[in-house]
């Protein structure tokens, strides 16, 4: 069942105007898709975070724009990541008859084997595509890790099937594999020295999870 949330338009993306909004505790979002042209808002953040947690990533919400309602999903999210404040949102509108597409979480449980004997969980994909109707999306895609020695991993095959969704990757793709220490030591030293023959430090780049707004309500 779809959350409701109501929002507002807004009608100037200066800087100045964003800043305030942000002050009073609203999101510029910004509203596509199925049925209407791009539109601007303005929606209450801890309004938002409620209904957001009430959803799930992939959920529909019931969007009110003024007299009209709109099924969306949430496309895109961004988060400070100082600050841990919603800074903007891309909402999409859908037609609920027709399949898209959207990334769905691949969540590990359970203790690997190969881990307990001092191997490396080395994870790969932490999201997959998934293509099905709006409504049927699964929340997120369980993989259990407990029987992978030094040297196992599991891929795109080993992930839970529906018929009403279909993953839109190779069965081959790795999701997660276990590593030896020393294999893991020689990555790290060989990507070092990479980054040292260039003049520069190895970045590491870290996707800002879906639920990373929860700190927000206790301020």
């Known amino acids: 069942m779809a959350t409701n949330l109501t929002v507002e338009k807004r009608n100037t993306d200066k800087r100045s105007f964003l800043t305030e909004l942000r002050s009073k505790g609203h999101v510029p979002a910004n509203l596509y898709g199925y049925g209407t042209e791009s539109v601007s808002l303005s929606v209450d953040e801890p309004e ?6 009430e959803v799930g990533k ?9 007299g009209k309602n709109y099924s969306v999903m949430v496309q895109e999210m961004q988060v400070h990541p100082l600050k841990n404040a919603i800074t903007h ?33 080395q994870r790969v994909l932490a999201e997959v595509s998934v293509k099905a109707l709006p409504a049927d999306f699964p929340e ?43 294999l893991q030591d020689e990555e790290t030293d060989e990507e070092t020295e990479e980054a040292d023959e260039a003049g520069d430090a190895p970045e590491s780049s870290e996707s800002v999870a879906q639920d990373s707004q929860e700190d927000k309500k206790d301020e």
């Not at 020695?149 to 790795?174: A, M």
């Open 140 to 182: 997120q895609l369980e993989v259990a890790v407990d029987s992978l020695e030094i040297g196992d991993s599991l891929t795109v095959k080993d992930l839970p099937t529906g018929d009403k969704y279909e993953i839109l990757h190779e069965e081959d793709e790795v999701i997660v594999s276990v590593v030896p220490p020393k």
């Open 58 to 66: 992939n959920g529909i919400l019931k969007l009110k724009v003024g």
């Open 48 to 53: 938002f975070i409620k209904a957001y947690r």
């Open 89 to 121: 949102i891309d909402f999409i509108a859908l037609d609920l008859n027709k399949e898209t597409e959207a990334e769905v979480p691949v969540v590990l449980t359970g203790d690997s084997a190969g881990v307990k004997e001092g191997g490396i969980l």
